[in-house]
């Protein structure tokens, strides 16, 4: 029989998120309480940032800027706050009124944008991947630290999910025991849906529109994508890779891009602890929650659990499982072992049934010593229906909505972010050795970074 979830399991998952903190967020709606932002890069992904801003209390758009027109319209049309348009982002930074600036132009242009928008005084939020090219690491790292004042945060938005920060303090409890190895996996299947090669406008090329394809402007797979992940596993382990191999190929997407289509990664960490990495654009399965979700999701191994993880979008729940490992063989008063059911199977050839997974629950779902009788009843009852499947736990909040609160309070309070310089730089790092351990098929250490770009810094167009 595989294990029933018990009340105990219950209290044990409650327990840990006790310090499950969302940022506390203060209601303002009075205009001069709040931060006046302005947006550089409204394509895809800006003008979807803009619509998550449109209500925020805590800021307002003045000033949106690109340099595509259509998308320039589009991304002030989605904020519709009437902001100042700018098709040149430097004329942006020398707006007064802007406290701060949010940037999601393509990776390459991330560097330049962020440099100038720091020596112009204004606070950056910058999409992941934070930097493109090893000296970028360098200088980024230099600039922004004699300027610390200034609040930088990368929009590696898993940092500020409640399944997430829940995970990792499960972790921290030691409910998965000594946490080895994790894996994750991005698939898309390029050949039913690409969004990679988006359909050119009038007067755009390929390389400029749909410049993810290519290595002058993109890291590929493993920015565009990897990056998200590969932070998961630095967050979970607490710790950053050694080193990194990995194998990839132009095999199957034939369409002039020069980029991966597919990347298999493993990267190793001090104590011993792997991450191994999948993306491929041929298939998007994801063999993790039966089947209900497709594309990406994470997998965090312990001695004592696993805990299978993915992020919520606009349209989806986040999902977090937790499965506990076999219990150990029990010992007799006479000292002779007794082999639990599993176990003894295992002569036959059977590797026992699986364990029952349980679901990673929040603050309002944990019992705590002083609520009363019919809380604590309602409390348990909502984590029995949440085990048998018949509720799932939510976020109330999507965690992109949560990280640019969390920017804005940043910018009020002078407080630091949670996916933070060091993070955002840590990141890219693993992204640009990684594929350098790809290009090179060779074993990449992460001190190599050290002197990688050093005395070579060019100078953005
Ligand atoms: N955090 C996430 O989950 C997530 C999701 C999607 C994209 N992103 C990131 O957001 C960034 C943008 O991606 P996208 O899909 O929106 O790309 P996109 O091509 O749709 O949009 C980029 C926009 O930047 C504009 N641009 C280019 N150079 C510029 C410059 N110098 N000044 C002003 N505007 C400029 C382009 O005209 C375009 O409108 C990428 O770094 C990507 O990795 C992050």
Redesign the pocket.
Known sequence: MPDTPTRRDFVKTAGVVAASAAPAIQKVKAANNQVQFGF???????Q?LLKHMKDADLGRCVAV????EP?LKKGAAAIGSNPKTFKD?RELLSYKDVDCVLI????F??FP?TRDALLAGKHVFC???LVFRPEEVHALRALANERSKQVLQV???RRYSKFYQTARQMIDQGMLGQVTHASAQWHRNTFSRDPWNRALPPGLTDRQ?N?RKYREFSGGLT??LAS?QIDIADWMFGSHPEFVVGVGGTDYVKDGRDIYDNIQLIFKYPKGQKLTYTSISTNEHLSMFGGSRNQFGEVIMGTEGTIEITVGTDDEPAIGLWFREPKKAEVTPAGAKKEPAAVASASLASTGKGQRSLPILFERDQRNPNDSFLVKELKFARQWLYAKGVMVPEEDRNPVDVELDHFLECVRSGGRPKADLEIGLADSTAVMLANLAMDEGRRVYFSEIDKLGRGQTKKPA
């Open positions: 550089i890069g409204t394509g895809s992904r800006g979807y800027c690109d340099i595509f998308n982002y999601a132009t393509p990776l242009q991330h944008v999409e992941k991947s929009g590696l938005q529109y410049w920015a565009e998200h």
